[in-house]
């Protein structure tokens, strides 16, 4: 994993201010702290399982904060139901006029580390509904944007 702070315009080789990343945690910076509604957890899950991605990623990286090796295999959990392994893939949202990128590992830094999302993300994502076709096609239009020379 890589580590960019919550809100951060610049994501691998993107830059741009439309873009926002959310929840790219990294030992040894500090994890915002919080509560999330389980609501909220719940919701994420689903955006991880059935949202849109502008890349899938090989091999997942394990979290820095529990195993000194990011290369070690991170161990499988349940996600909304299904066993997956966390840490190899991100998932956008789309807001107002913005995209946020967030990793699906954000699921292990929320209920192992005591992360918290910023407000403006979590108010983003409780707008979306990763299975209507309008969310794929919003998240295609800005990703566009933000990255057009990224596909
Ligand atoms: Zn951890």
Redesign the pocket.
Request: charged share 0%; hydrophobic share 15%; proline share 0%.
């Given at each position: 994993m890589s580590y960019y702070p919550d809100g951060s315009h610049r994501w691998e080789s993107v830059r741009h201010s439309k873009l926002s990343t959310i929840g790219w945690m990294d030992a040894p910076h500090p994890i915002p702290q919080g509560t999330v509604d389980p609501e909220d957890f719940a919701r994420l899950e689903q955006l991880i399982v059935h949202g849109w991605t502008p890349e899938e990623m090989e091999g997942a990286h394990a979290?820095t904060?529990?195993f000194g090796d990011p290369d070690v295999e991170p161990p499988e959990r349940i996600v909304a139901g299904q066993y997956r392994r966390l840490g190899g893939a991100q998932v956008c949202v789309p807001g107002k006029s913005r995209i946020y990128i967030f990793p699906d590992a954000i699921l292990?830094y929320i209920d192992?580390?005591g992360y918290q999302p910023p407000k403006n993300f979590l108010i983003a994502m409780r707008k979306v509904d990763p299975k209507d076709p309008a969310y794929r096609k919003r998240c295609d239009e800005l990703w566009r944007l933000v990255a057009p020379n990224y596909y």
């Open positions: 979290c904060f529990c292990h192992t580390h």
